[in-house]
Nanobody, 116 residues
């Protein structure tokens, strides 16, 4: 089994920054992709960003230039640096890991709240 544990969420004011972390543990053999998704109240879960094993990244348009994903392979950890946060960034942020070609795992989520 694989566990993903997110941390770093919280309450900030608009314009401030937060850094989320997601640490993977358990039966890890070949991480294909790790990424972040978010779900705001009353809305569907949406992609924030992903990073592949070779370091290629993909961002949702609204996050480009403000959010940065990075990873530490030795720690099986992925990070999300969020700058210039806006109230519309308020959501539960989920970490996702794809292992091999078919196995995907989700973290429990961490709340990010941005006040005006």
């Amino acid at each position: 089994q694989v566990q993903l544990v997110e941390s770093g969420g919280g309450l900030v004011q608009a314009g401030e920054s937060l850094r989320l972390s997601c640490a993977a543990s358990g039966r890890i053999f070949k991480i294909n992709t790790m990424g972040w998704y978010r779900q705001a109240p009353g809305k569907q879960r949406e992609l924030v960003t992903t990073i592949t094993s070779d370091g290629s990244t993909n961002y949702a348009d609204s996050m480009k230039g403000r959010f940065t994903i990075s990873k530490d392979n030795a720690k099986n950890t992925v990070y999300l640096q969020m700058n210039s946060l806006k109230p519309e960034d308020t959501a539960v942020y989920y970490c996702k890991m794809v292992q091999g070609s078919t196995y995907s795992y989700w973290g429990q989520g961490t709340q990010v709240t941005v006040s005006r």
